[in-house]
C-alpha cells in the first residue's frame, strides 16, 4: 500500500476485504472441513452413556467457524479498523527463509539423524541472518553438534 | 509440621539448590539477552528437566523465570531494548538514567525492587493458595467449566487486538487437545492412523514450537527487516557512576510497596500478567508523583514501580494456577506442562495429593528470591556487558535447542516434526493477529475443560436449566459474557500496554 493510499482512508477498503475474505474462507473452510469431513473419519461413534468422542472437537470446530463469521462481520463493520496493523508487517520472504532452513533441517534429520539436521540448521539459519565469517559459520554449528553429540552420548 | 520440614528438605537439598541457581543464572541470560522472551526461554527450559527431581524440575523453572524478569530490566536501563517487554516501561526512566551516568544506580534499583516485589507476592501466594484451593474443592463441574470459559475469555480479550481473534485461537487450543485417546471410550480419536498422536500433541513439542520456535521465526524477521533499512544496532551504555544512598532508597520503598501490590493483583487476574501489571504501575507513580520527580527523564521511582510490579505478577500468577488449575499466564501454563512431565496435575487437589512437593516448591522459590538478589548483585555487571550477543548467535542457537528439546520429550523424531509444524503455524496464528499465548493455555487446560463440560452435561442430564441451581457458575459465565460485550469492540485500549506485538500475557 502507497503512501497516497495510506493518507487517503478510503482507497485501503478494496485491498482490506479481500484480505479479511480469504481469512474467513482459510478459518471457516477449515471449520467446515473438520466438522463434515475430518471429525467424523477420525473419531468413532460410542455406545458409552457418556458423550460421543467427537462432541468436544465438532462443539470446538463449530464455534471457531462461527466466530470467525463474526470476526469478519465486525471487522467489515469496523472497516478494518481492528486490522490494521496489517500494512504494518514485515516482508514475509525472510520468515520463508527461516522455515525453509527448519524444513529442509528436518528432511536432513529424517534421512540421517537429528545430530547432522541440527547442524545444518544452525549452519543455514546463520547464512540467512547474514553471517558471513567463516570462523563464525563454522564455531556456532560446530560448538551446537559437539553438544548434541555429548547429550547423546550421555544417553539423555 | 513434619510434612512441612520434609518439603524444606527437600528443597535445601543439593540438587534442589543447584537447580535453583542453574536456573537463576539461565533465567538473567535470558532476560539479559534481547530477542529471546522468556516463555520461550522456558519452553526450552523444560526438557532440561526431565531428569530432576519434581521440586528440582519445578525450582529450576521458577529460578528461570523470575531471573528473567528481573534480569529484562538490564537490557532496558543498557540499551534501550527491554528483554523483555515486561521490561519496556523500566526504558521510560531507566535509560535516561544510564545515559545521565547513573546506570549503576538504576541497576541496583530495579534489581532491589525487583527482589521486594517477587519475595512480597510469593509469601501473598504462600498465604492464598492453599485456602482458595480448600474453596475450590467444594465447587463442581459446572462451576469449573464456567470458571474456565471466563478466564479464556478474558485471556483472550487482553492477549491481543482483537477479542475473536483470541477466543478462536483458545478454542483452537482446545481442539487440538482433543487430539490422542477419547477418555470415556479409549477410542483413537482425531490420530490420522499415527500410534505417536495417540497419547495427544506432544505437550513440549507444542510449547517450545508455538513460543521458542515462533518468536525466533519472528526475531529472525524483524532483525533482517532492521538490518536492511538501518543497518544499526542500539549502543550500549556502560555501567558507571554513583551508588544508591540511604536517603534514595527511603524514597522509593512507597512506590515499590505499591507497585508490588498492583503486580500482586495483576497476577492474580487470568490474562493481565506483567506487561499490563508494570505499565499500569508506572502510570500510577507517575499520577502520584511530588515536586522534583523527574519521570520520564530519569527518576528512581519509576524504576522501582515497574520493576517491583513485573516482579510480583509471577508468583501472583500461580495462585489461580495452584488453587483451581487454571494457568492466568502463559509461563503458568509451562509450569502445568512441567507438573505433568512429572506426574503432577496442578488444581485443588495438589495440597491434598502431593503436600511435601508443594512446601518443597514453596521453599525454593522464596531460595530463589535470595539467590536472585544475590546472583544479581554480583553479576550485575557481567550481565549488562552479555546483552550486546549478536541476534546472529542467538537464533540459530534457540532454534537447534528447539529442535533438541522436544526430540528429548519422548525420544522420537515425530516430536521434532510436530515442533516445527507447529512452530510455522504459530508464525501465521502470530502474523496475522491470533493469539499464540491464548493458544497455547486452551491448549493446557483442553483436558479440564472437557472433562469438566462432560461431568456438566452428565450431572445435569443434558439439561441446560439445571444451570440455574449454580449461582457461582451463572455468576462467572455472566461475567464472560459481559467482558465478551466490553472488548468485543476494537480496542486501542490493551496494545497500549504492550507497546508492541507482545500480548500482555506474556
Redesign the interface.
Same mark, same amino acid.
Do not use: C, N
Given at each position: 500500500m502507497n503512501k497516497k493510499q495510506l493518507i487517503d482512508g478510503r482507497t485501503s477498503r478494496p485491498s482490506f476485504f479481500p484480505a479479511a475474505f480469504a481469512e474467513l474462507m482459510i478459518v471457516g473452510g477449515a471449520s467446515l472441513a473438520a466438522i463434515f469431513i475430518i471429525i467424523p473419519a477420525q473419531t468413532s461413534p460410542s455406545d458409552e452413556i457418556g458423550l460421543a468422542p467427537s462432541f468436544v472437537p465438532t462443539v470446538c470446530a463449530a464455534a471457531v467457524g462461527f466466530l470467525a463469521v463474526a470476526q469478519f462481520i465486525g471487522a467489515s463493520i469496523a472497516h478494518g479498523t481492528d486490522n490494521g496493523d496489517g500494512e504494518q508487517r514485515a516482508p514475509i520472504r525472510y520468515a520463508l527463509m527461516l522455515m525453509g532452513a527448519a524444513c529442509a533441517a528436518v528432511l536432513v534429520t529424517w534421512l540421517i539423524g537429528l545430530l547432522v539436521g541440527c547442524t545444518l540448521l544452525a549452519l543455514l539459519v546463520s547464512l540467512i541472518l547474514g553471517e558471513r565469517r567463516i570462523w563464525m559459520l563454522a564455531l556456532v554449528p560446530g560448538c551446537l553438534a559437539l553438544t548434541i553429540y555429548i547429550v547423546q552420548w550421555m544417553g539423555f | 509440621m513434619d510434612v512441612f520440614l520434609l518439603g524444606a528438605q527437600d528443597a535445601f537439598s543439593l540438587t534442589a539448590i543447584g537447580a535453583v541457581i542453574c536456573g537463576i543464572v539461565l533465567g538473567y541470560l535470558v532476560g539479559v539477552l534481547p530477542g529471546l522472551s522468556r516463555p520461550a526461554a522456558l519452553a526450552i527450559a523444560v526438557p532440561i528437566t526431565?531428569?530432576l527431581s519434581p521440586v528440582s524440575a519445578i525450582a529450576f523453572l521458577v529460578g528461570v523465570t523470575k531471573a528473567s524478569t528481573a534480569g529484562g530490566a538490564t537490557g532496558a536501563i543498557m540499551l534501550n531494548t527491554p528483554g523483555e517487554p515486561s521490561s519496556a516501561a523500566t526504558c521510560f526512566d531507566g535509560y535516561p538514567l544510564a545515559r545521565a551516568g547513573h546506570a549503576t544506580k538504576a541497576l541496583k534499583v530495579a534489581l532491589y525492587a525487583s527482589v521486594f516485589g517477587d519475595i512480597v507476592a510469593t509469601l501473598v501466594l504462600i498465604a492464598l493458595a492453599k485456602p482458595l484451593a480448600t474453596f475450590a474443592l467444594k465447587m463442581g463441574p459446572m462451576e469449573m467449566t464456567s470458571v474456565m470459559i471466563f478466564a479464556l475469555t478474558f485471556i483472550a480479550a487482553l492477549s491481543g487486538?482483537?477479542l475473536?481473534?483470541g477466543?478462536?485461537a483458545g478454542?483452537?487450543g482446545?481442539?487440538l487437545s482433543?487430539v490422542g485417546l477419547?477418555p470415556?471410550?479409549a477410542?483413537?480419536?482425531?490420530?490420522?492412523g499415527m500410534i505417536e498422536l495417540w497419547d495427544g500433541v506432544p505437550l513440549v513439542a507444542a510449547t517450545v514450537g508455538m513460543l521458542a520456535?515462533t518468536e525466533?521465526?519472528?526475531q529472525?524477521?524483524?532483525?533482517?527487516?532492521r538490518?536492511k533499512t538501518t543497518g544499526k544496532m542500539p549502543e550500549l551504555v556502560k555501567p558507571r557512576g554513583s551508588d544508591l544512598s540511604w536517603r534514595e532508597i527511603a524514597r522509593i520503598i512507597p512506590t515499590t510497596i505499591r507497585s508490588t501490590g498492583i503486580g500482586v493483583a495483576a497476577g492474580v487476574i487470568p490474562g493481565l500478567g506483567p506487561t499490563i501489571g508494570a505499565f499500569l504501575s508506572y502510570a500510577v507513580a507517575k499520577k502520584s508523583a511530588k515536586p522534583g520527580d523527574r519521570f520520564g527523564k530519569g527518576e528512581i521511582k519509576g524504576v522501582a514501580a515497574t520493576e517491583a510490579a513485573d516482579n510480583a505478577v509471577l508468583p501472583a500468577s500461580l495462585i489461580p494456577l495452584f488453587a483451581i488449575g487454571l494457568p492466568g499466564s502463559v509461563s503458568a501454563a509451562i509450569l502445568v506442562s512441567a507438573f505433568m512431565i512429572h506426574g503432577v496435575i496442578p488444581g485443588p487437589l495438589i495440597f491434598e495429593q502431593h503436600p511435601r512437593l508443594m512446601y518443597g516448591i514453596y521453599v525454593s522459590m522464596i531460595i530463589a528470591s535470595i539467590c536472585m538478589l544475590l546472583v544479581g548483585r554480583v553479576g550485575l555487571h557481567v550481565f549488562a556487558k552479555i546483552g550486546n550477543v549478536p &541476534?546472529?548467535?542467538i @537464533?540459530?542457537?534457540v532454534?537447534?535447542l528447539c529442535?533438541?528439546g522436544s526430540?528429548?520429550e519422548k525420544h522420537i523424531?515425530f516430536s521434532?516434526?510436530m515442533m516445527?509444524m507447529l512452530?510455522?503455524l504459530g508464525?501465521f496464528m502470530q502474523?496475522?493477529?491470533y493469539s499464540v499465548v491464548t493458544f497455547l493455555i486452551g491448549f493446557v487446560v483442553g483436558p479440564i475443560f472437557?472433562l469438566s &463440560?462432560?461431568q456438566s @452435561?452428565?450431572v445435569s442430564n443434558r439439561q441446560p436449566g439445571l444451570i440455574l441451581d449454580h449461582p457461582i457458575a451463572i455468576a462467572f459465565l455472566a461475567m464472560a459474557a459481559i467482558a465478551i460485550l466490553v472488548f468485543?469492540?476494537?480496542?486501542q485500549g490493551a496494545v497500549l500496554a504492550s507497546g508492541d506485538?507482545k500480548s500482555p500475557a506474556e
Open positions: - | 526431565y531428569y487486538k482483537s475473536l481473534k477466543l478462536i478454542i483452537f482446545i481442539f482433543t477419547d470415556e471410550s477410542t483413537p480419536r482425531l490420530t490420522f520456535f525466533m521465526l519472528v529472525g524477521e524483524s532483525y533482517l527487516t538490518l &541476534l546472529t548467535i @537464533i540459530p542457537v532454534m537447534v529442535m533438541m526430540f528429548l523424531l521434532v516434526y516445527v512452530g510455522i508464525y502474523r496475522y493477529g472437557e &463440560l462432560r @452435561i452428565i468485543v469492540r476494537p480496542r506485538d
